[in-house]
Every structure is written in C-alpha cells, then in structure tokens.
C-alpha cells in the first residue's frame, strides 16, 4: 500500500504539491486526476524517490521511502510518461539488463523472454534493436520489464499516450487484472473515459492541493452532478482554466470525506 503524509513540494515560489495526505489500500486500482501543471507527475517521482519533498513522508508496503529507500524501490515498479530504453539492445537483452538490477534470477527472465514477449506481441521482434520498435511496442516492452521483478506497487505516468486501441485495450485489462491480483495501482491519466472505466477510486488535484478523493459516483453524489467524471472533473478544477464555477457551486468545499 501507499501511504502519504503531508507532502509537499515547492520550486522556488511555485507550489507544485501542497500538504498531501493521501493512503491507496493494497489492491486498490487508483487514478489521480488533475490538470497540466497541478502537481501529479510531481507527485509520482516523490513516490518513487525521484524527487525529494520539502515536507512529508511517503511509505510503500510499511517501508519509509526516506529511511529505506532500496527496500521500498524493490517492490516498485514505475513507468513514467517518457520511459527510458536503452535503443542498442535488443528486447531479451534489455530484460536481461533490468533482471540484473533487480536480481531477478535469470531462468525468470528467460521465461519473460519467451511468455510475456510472446503475450505482449513483441515475439517477432527478439532480434530487432529497441531503437527500431515502433512507439506502441516500446510500450509494452517498458511493461514486460516493469513486471519483471513482480512489484507490489505500480506508479504509472500517463499509461495510454500514443497506443494503439488493441494496446490500450490490453494496458487496460492487464492492470484491472494487477489490481485483483492484489497489487496496488497508482496512475496519473488525462483520459477521464478511461479513469471512469478502470479506477476504483480517483483523486482530483487542483494547484497542488487535494481537492476531491472518492469513488467516482460518491463525487457525483456530493456534488449533485449527474453527468459523467468530465462533469465533476470541470466543476472542480474551473479555477486551473479561468472559467467560472457552475451556478450554486461557487461555495462547494473540497470533497475529501
């Protein structure tokens, strides 16, 4: 599980993540939400030790990320927006390279090489350089990888930007099936349709600060929208784009149970 508490983080005068508090159960499917520049992707590289906070802590599986950083990073499995792949490897010896940071002993990654290459669609192109793979396939790659060492955590940043629908379906049913497997999920995404599909719980960010945590349909219910997530997602966030809060809801509060 992810467990955050008062986190914050500032860049010079601008406040990107603003007195945090936030706990995401185990084998929970979780979705934050927030428009550009409103702290997630900040968020996501606190939680992976990427960025070190001004104030807070974050603990993964009981582990401090502060105080035992290697312990926590190894039930993590992060994918950010831009991952980084090595382009002069092939695809079995990229997951060779990743196995041998994690330790991950290698008839595993041998396994990997032939199922989850296989399963990902990637199995035509064993031989072919990374730097070749088209944008989709890197993607998938990235997940084959990620998974390699069975995280019991995964931060993912923008999981659907570019895909293919085959892929995005695939992303989709493979992390519900994490999820039930008991893996907790934490995902940043601007797709609202896709959040409304796959989260169990969603977290709306606006200038930083925490402003709406709840199943989707409890927020609708606190805030007498009968609409879909955009609907609430718009409402909440109006201030982030300059435009004006819906009539009766200038005084609504943060809907943080």
């Known amino acids: 599980m992810i467990e955050i508490k008062n986190l914050s983080k500032s860049y010079g005068s601008v406040h990107a993540v603003i007195d945090l508090n936030l706990i995401v159960p185990r084998g929970e499917l979780f979705c934050f ?25 974050v603990r ?18 992060y994918i950010p927006d831009l991952p980084f792949l090595y382009e002069r490897l092939t695809p079995p010896e990229f997951l060779e390279f990743v196995g041998d940071l994690y330790g991950v002993d290698r008839n595993r990654v041998n396994q990997a090489c032939d199922e989850e290459l296989t399963r990902f669609g990637l199995a035509d192109h064993r031989r072919a350089l990374v730097g070749d793979l088209s ?10 990888a990620t ?5 019991q955590i995964l931060c993912i ?18 992390l519900k099936a994490k ?50 997530l955009e609907s609430v997602f718009l409402m909440l966030t109006a201030d982030d784009y300059g435009l004006p809060v819906s009539p009766g809801k200038e005084n609504a509060a943060p809907c943080i149970p």
């Open 147 to 151: 998974f390699l060492h069975d995280p």
């Open 179 to 228: 999820a039930r497997s008991g893996v907790t999920v934490f995902l940043t995404t601007h797709i609202l349709a896709v959040a409304e599909e796959i989260a169990d719980r969603v977290g709306i960010l606006s200038r930083g600060r925490l402003v709406a945590l709840g199943p989707i349909d409890e927020l609708k219910k606190r805030h007498d929208i009968k609409g879909d």
């Open 33 to 57: 939400l927030g428009p550009n520049g409103a702290g997630k992707t900040t968020t996501i590289k606190m939680l992976t030790g990427l960025v070190h906070p001004d104030a807070g802590s």
């Open 135 to 144: 944008h989709g396939m890197r993607q998938r790659l990235i997940y084959v």
């Open 60 to 77: 993964l599986c009981g582990f401090d990320l502060a105080r035992e950083p290697l312990a926590a990073r190894r039930l993590l499995g």
């Open 157 to 174: 940043d923008e999981p659907l930007v570019g895909l293919d629908p085959y892929t995005i379906r695939m992303i989709k049913d493979l």
